[in-house]
């Protein structure tokens, strides 16, 4: 029988192993159970998102939380298994996108379906990047950098958790535009050596590192022109301490306080956002979504030609594993996208 993730209890904190969430077993879905122009589908690859913490919190946001009883959302690369009548897009064996949640099956209207970009044979490219580079991490570190960042020739150009998957092709991006020196904060002296040697960034520091406060400031001699913040919190503040005149702050994410019941905002050098005129704007990448084709297509060109690399780290094991893999977010343990497999394409078909 399929299984599903299911919200038991909203954390306080940190989600809890065998209280946040329960695994429930669903009666395997016939394909007399399709209402028309919906379709059924199975789970190829889960999406693992800081964002999912946001998501169980009852309070407002973008978009509403996840009620508890709940399957718990989330993007996947799906398989098409069986399609009711009225459906036109698509086909059994087709390779879809969606919010199917995690569970191994499920049922959709058509209209929440997407066909997923096409990978092409010889690109390089992999179905799982379809949730990374060429998904919501990708297009996040796009629209951030190009709506909001706005990066240009001779900047200086700070991107924070930047080991990660929206944080690696944001700093990437800065390099692409053309900015003079792009500098990575990530945690840990492996992530900062992946930054400068495996990624090309010009300089990548330690947050964790007790001179970190110092080497940063020597690191940006001509201030900070843009800054692409994942985490918020402390490094936010010190951001602003170096903001340049017209900085750009790209509020992405705030990781540090996903956890937190009270959020850390900028404290200390807040005065700098207007004594150097310094312009802070959140964006949620669904902002952008009628623009997302072209976007995917540039970014799946740009790996195909070498010139933005892609790191991820991908989950073994199913269902089973998605819980422990959104926890590795929070514990700073992966490098790049988090994808969990729950089966390549070329593995069997569910059987209805
Ligand atoms: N606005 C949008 O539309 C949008 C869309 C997607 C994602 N986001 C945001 O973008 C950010 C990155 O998301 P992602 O999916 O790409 O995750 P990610 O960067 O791949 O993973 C999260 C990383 O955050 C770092 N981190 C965790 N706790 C931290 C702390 N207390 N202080 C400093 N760093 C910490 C860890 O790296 P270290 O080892 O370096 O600590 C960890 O690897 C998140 O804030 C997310 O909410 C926003």
């Given at each position: 029988?399929?299984?599903?993730?299911?919200?038991?209890?909203?954390?306080?904190?940190?989600?809890?192993?065998?209280?946040?969430?329960?695994?429930?077993?669903?009666?395997?879905?016939?394909?007399?159970?399709?209402?028309?122009?919906?379709?059924?589908?199975?789970?190829?690859?889960?999406?693992?998102?800081?964002?999912?913490r946001?998501w169980?919190?009852?309070?407002?946001?973008?978009?509403?939380?996840?009620?508890?009883?709940?399957?718990?959302?989330?993007?996947?690369?799906?398989?098409?298994?069986a399609?009711?009548?009225?459906?036109?897009?698509?086909?059994?064996?087709?390779?879809?996108?969606?919010?199917?949640?995690?569970?191994?099956?499920?049922?959709?209207?058509?209209?929440?379906?997407?066909?997923?970009?096409?990978?092409?044979?010889?690109?390089?490219l992999?179905?799982?990047?379809?949730?990374?580079?060429?998904?919501?991490?990708?297009?996040?570190?796009?629209?951030?950098?190009?709506?909001?960042?706005?990066?240009?020739?001779?900047?200086?150009?700070?991107?924070?958790?930047?080991?990660?998957?929206?944080?690696?092709?944001?700093?990437?991006?800065?390099?692409?535009?053309g900015?003079?020196?792009?500098?990575?904060?990530?945690?840990?002296?492996?992530k900062?050596?992946?930054?400068?040697?495996?990624?090309?960034?010009?300089?990548?520091?330690?947050?964790?590192?007790n001179?970190?406060?110092?080497?940063?400031?020597?690191?940006?001699?001509?201030?900070?022109?843009?800054?692409?913040?994942?985490?918020?919190?402390?490094?936010?503040?010190?951001?602003?301490?170096?903001?340049?005149?017209?900085?750009?702050?790209?509020?992405?994410?705030?990781?540090?306080?996903?956890?937190?019941?009270?959020?850390?905002?900028?404290?200390?050098?807040?005065?700098?956002?207007?004594?150097?005129?310094?312009?802070?704007?959140?964006?949620?990448?669904?902002?952008?979504?009628?623009?997302?084709?072209?976007?995917?297509?540039?970014?799946?060109?740009?790996?195909?030609?070498?010139?933005?690399?892609?790191?991820?780290?991908?989950?073994?094991?199913?269902?089973?594993?998605?819980?422990?893999?959104?926890?590795?977010?929070?514990?700073?343990?992966?490098?790049?996208?988090?994808?969990?497999?729950?089966?390549?394409?070329?593995?069997?078909?569910?059987?209805?």
């Amino acid at each position: 029988m399929p299984l599903q993730l299911v919200l038991a209890k909203r954390p306080t904190g940190n989600i809890i192993p065998g209280e946040t969430f329960n695994l429930v077993n669903i009666p395997t879905p016939s394909v007399k159970d399709i209402p028309d122009r919906h379709v059924l589908v199975e789970a190829l690859y889960f999406s693992v998102d800081p964002a999912m913490r946001g998501w169980l919190d009852d309070r407002r946001s973008y978009i509403p939380p996840v009620k508890i009883g709940e399957v718990m959302r989330s993007l996947t690369v799906s398989r098409v298994l069986a399609v009711a009548s009225g459906v036109t897009k698509f086909q059994p064996g087709d390779i879809v996108t969606c919010m199917l949640g995690i569970q191994e099956v499920g049922i959709l209207p058509e209209s929440q379906v997407d066909k997923a970009f096409p990978i092409a044979p010889g690109s390089g490219l992999k179905l799982s990047d379809l949730l990374g580079v060429l998904g919501i991490t990708g297009l996040t570190a796009y629209f951030g950098m190009e709506k909001i960042g706005k990066v240009k020739p001779g900047d200086t150009v700070v991107v924070s958790a930047a080991a990660g998957a929206t944080g690696s092709v944001a700093a990437q991006l800065a390099k692409l535009a053309g900015a003079k020196r792009v500098i990575g904060i990530a945690g840990g002296k492996e992530k900062c050596r992946l930054l400068k040697e495996e990624l090309g960034l010009d300089e990548a520091l330690d947050y964790k590192a007790n001179d970190f406060r110092q080497k940063f400031k020597e690191a940006t001699p001509d201030y900070v022109d843009v800054f692409f913040d994942n985490v918020g919190g402390e490094i936010l503040d010190l951001m602003l301490s170096r903001a340049n005149a017209f900085a750009r702050f790209v509020i992405c994410g705030g990781i540090s306080q996903y956890n937190n019941s009270t959020h850390q905002g900028p404290g200390k050098y807040f005065f700098n956002v207007i004594t150097q005129r310094v312009r802070m704007e959140g964006f949620i990448v669904m902002d952008y979504m009628k623009e997302w084709p072209e976007a995917t297509a540039k970014l799946a060109k740009w790996v195909s030609e070498g010139k933005l690399k892609r790191k991820e780290t991908l989950v073994k094991g199913g269902i089973k594993a998605a819980e422990g893999a959104l926890q590795l977010l929070f514990e700073g343990k992966n490098v790049g996208k988090v994808v969990v497999e729950v089966k390549g394409p070329e593995d069997p078909v569910a059987k209805l």
